[in-house]
């Protein structure tokens, strides 16, 4: 499984960005660049990851940090499949 | 997607358990109705995403022959108390008290979306004949509800509310069981509603023997029933239940950002009611 290309196909699939539109890679800042990222958007991210990772995310465990580049938040879901 | 033949709506407001509750028909214009599809509606902010969708389908339906009875829920959309008063209970009256209205000897559907289609434990019970139309419904409310909360949560990671601190550091879920009062995403949930989301689920009455049609969307290719539903429907069918699933593609229009259609799931929903149903 390729995490990094998981996490992409969920952000493209919740926050409605089409490949021809938004190019998306590990270096792609997220939070405070994509307009579409708020809250309920993040919810959605949230609860998409686990239904594709089959893990549990404490809401403690996630802060903005986790959510600045679409490499920082593949690093969250490797570090909880590593857990 | 156009309408075969012509419909009416009305409006009025209908007792509900704490007040009076808004309820838009929408029927045929010049025929009499084939049966009645009650709507039960999605949790909080998920009715409003969802409005657009259930109106067309609402038109959509009457045009083929159905009566569409739309009830807001006692303290949501349009009908009169605050959802902060609302709890469980009463919105399974609501239910109820549409339900009795309806012949007994005509068709009936339920059609729940997501949260909505909690109902159907209760419903199937006063009513085993009901049939289910279920759009992408939630199987547990406690799940429900423990997105929901998540939005709390959700603010804090973007940035919107401040990190908490002090007496603030308790979360939603745990100031709920402290018996207080939460307001998240604009929502003021009480201990009560909490109480009787999290305890709800769909689970059709033993002796239960409507048939069921169960769609979803899905953002896979090709699309795939998600699995918790994939359970569900194997343990309705193995108790004789006549379940048609069917999944298609298309956005998550209960929570997307922007207002979304999707058309594949009305038409699909048209079809296989009218299978279901034969004229």
């Known amino acids: ?83 | 997607m156009s309408l075969d033949r012509p419909t009416r709506q009305s409006a009025s407001y209908v007792r509900g358990s704490t007040g009076a509750c808004f309820r838009l028909v929408t029927e045929p214009l010049d025929a009499a109705a084939r049966g009645t599809v009650l709507w039960a509606h999605p949790f909080a902010e998920e009715m409003n995403k969802t409005r657009r969708m259930c109106a067309r389908m609402a038109r959509l339906l009457a045009s083929r022959g159905w009566r569409v009875v739309q009830t807001d829920l006692s303290g949501c959309g349009d009908s009169s108390g605050e959802f902060r008063d609302a709890d469980w209970q009463g919105w399974v009256e609501d239910m109820a008290g549409e339900l009795e209205q309806v012949e007994a000897l005509e068709p009936c559907w339920l059609w729940g979306v997501r949260a909505g289609a909690l109902f159907a434990s209760e419903l199937t019970a006063l009513r085993k004949d009901l049939n289910l139309l279920l759009w992408q419904p939630a199987l547990q409310g406690s799940l429900v509800l423990q997105q929901f909360l998540r939005l709390h949560a959700g603010a804090r990671i973007v940035g919107a509310t401040p990190k908490p601190t002090g007496d603030d550091q308790a979360s939603p879920a745990q100031r709920l069981k402290a018996g207080q009062t939460v307001e998240v995403g604009g929502y003021e949930i009480s201990p009560a509603l909490a109480t009787g989301l999290q305890r709800a689920t769909f689970d059709p009455a033993p002796d239960y023997r409507g048939r069921v049609l169960w769609l979803e969307l899905s953002a896979a290719q090709p699309p795939v029933l998600s699995a918790p539903s994939r359970d569900a429907i194997q343990r309705l069918q193995q108790r004789g239940v006549h379940v048609v699933h069917e999944t298609v593609a298309g956005p998550m229009f209960w929570q997307t950002q922007e207002i979304e259609d999707c058309d594949a799931l009305l038409q699909r929903s048209i079809d296989l009611i009218a299978e279901a149903s034969p004229a």
């Not at chain 1, 686990?50 to 920082?72: C, H, K, L």
């Open chain 1, 1 to 83: 499984m390729n995490v990094e290309n998981e996490v992409i196909e969920i952000l493209r699939s919740t926050l409605n960005l089409p490949r021809d539109r938004v190019a998306l890679s590990a270096d792609t800042a997220l939070l405070g660049s994509i307009a579409e990222l708020d809250s309920m958007a993040v919810v959605s991210i949230l609860t998409a990851m686990e239904e594709r990772f089959g893990f549990a995310i404490d809401d403690d465990e996630v802060e903005g940090r986790t959510f600045e580049s679409v490499g920082s938040l593949s690093r969250f879901v490797q570090d909880k499949l590593g857990a």
